[in-house]
């Protein structure tokens, strides 16, 4: 049930349910942690532009507040894959250039025409495009994509020229304008792999291609958040960076700290449950795990229905400053920490005690990459998939006020 429906059949003011929800378990997202980490990627890039990548709800951590904190704090362009995300965010006001690159014959280009959103190209698209564009009255703004090497999306090199050529004569008609060449990297990530430097060469002749079909374009990006901080020969006019603007580092080895990143989302909750139990007792589906010795047992209501990944076993969370294993099997709602033998005095304080999964590593407190470590997954992975059953609570936000207002130090409940 949502806020909204339990406040219509009287069981609380939507704003005393959010909140109760938020105290309860939430995922705080440290605006100010993002304008942090868009402000490093500004001074990297420059003196090209930074696209602040926010598909997928920003990574889990909301998209129409990261899209303004990014705004804020340096970024010119914002990057998502559907159109249906680029819409939502101009519902929400947000008025900036902004790209979607992944499409179906069921996308909307012709909201996306009429919202000003540009949109990737990479074949079939072209006729969709220009059909709203004739619909809409208005040129579609579109960005070019050709397959360097990662097999995806994009043209391949084979037809980029077909391609050119196609997107020219609509571009002569009027029904469109070509704003950007683009590509993908495959393997950034693993800085010592040649590959990013075939995929690069490979970009630099469509690019010379583009100019000799009479192209002229306002910018031309192949950067993600790995090409970004390693290779400063892929920047061109605009680099895209996703995972870096929410502080988590691309690299095995590299810390977010030792690359001057904050981690902008903490996953906490408060402890369930707290109880004595003797040596042997079995935890969970499965009774996969026993004590070996009297201990103390911490119930977690984090399962894999809020994110936590269910092959995480092992994972760490810290409870009043001390870290803990995840032991037996991630259940739906919730996890079991083991937390020793504990005198009554020590167990009191641990009732209700605040539970975190990971946050920003302060401290050596749990972080998404050792989440990401223990179900051996990306911290990609581990950031995105926290559900919508986690409420998003923000903390440092700007208020909408004139620039020069004092900061706002609230959760948005
Ligand atoms: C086309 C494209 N560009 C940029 C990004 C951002 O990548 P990263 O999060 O590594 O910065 C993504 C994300 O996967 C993407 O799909």
Known sequence: MTYEAAADIGIGSRASIAKS???????????????????????????????????????????VQVARAALDAGAAWLGVAH?????????????????????????????????????????????????????????ARVHL???TGLGRNGCTIADWDQLLGQAM?????????????????????????TETDDQLSLFREAIAMAEDAGVDTEVRHIANTPAA????????????????IYGLSPFEGATS?????????????L????????QGQGVSYGLNYHTSEESTLGLVPLGYADGVPRIATGGPVQVNGVTYPVVGRIAMDQMVIDLGPLSPEAMAGLKGAEAVMFGN??????????????????NYEIVTRISPRVPRSYVNELPEAPAGAGRAETAAL
């Open 169 to 193: 004569e609509y571009q002569d008609q009027g029904l469109l304008r070509v704003v950007g060449i683009f590509s993908h990297l495959a393997v950034a990530d693993e800085p010592q792999r």
């Open 361 to 378: 590593g302060a401290g050596g407190g749990p972080t998404a990459d050792d989440w990401a470590a223990a179900a051996g997954t990306n």
């Open 271 to 278: 402890l369930s449950n707290c109880k004595k139990v003797p």
């Open 21 to 63: 929800a938020v105290l309860e378990r939430s995922a705080v997202i440290d605006l100010d942690a993002v304008r942090h980490n868009v402000r490093q990627f500004v001074g990297i890039a420059s003196p090209a532009a930074v696209m602040a990548v926010v598909k997928a709800d920003a990574y889990g951590h909301g998209a």
């Open 257 to 269: 700290a030792e690359l001057g990143l904050r981690p902008a989302m903490t996953v906490r909750t």
């Open 145 to 147: 994509k050709v397959d």
């Open 83 to 139: 159109i249906s995300e680029a819409l939502a965010l101009r519902a929400a006001g947000v008025d900036a250039p902004l790209l979607a690159w992944l499409h179906t014959r069921e996308s909307n280009f012709q909201a996306a025409v009429a919202a000003g959103v540009d949109v990737g190209v990479s074949g079939w698209e072209l006729e969709a495009v220009v059909a709203a564009a004739r619909e809409q009255e208005r040129p």
């Open 229 to 244: 901080l390693s290779r400063p020969d892929s920047h061109f006019d605009l680099v895209r960076v996703g995972l870096g």
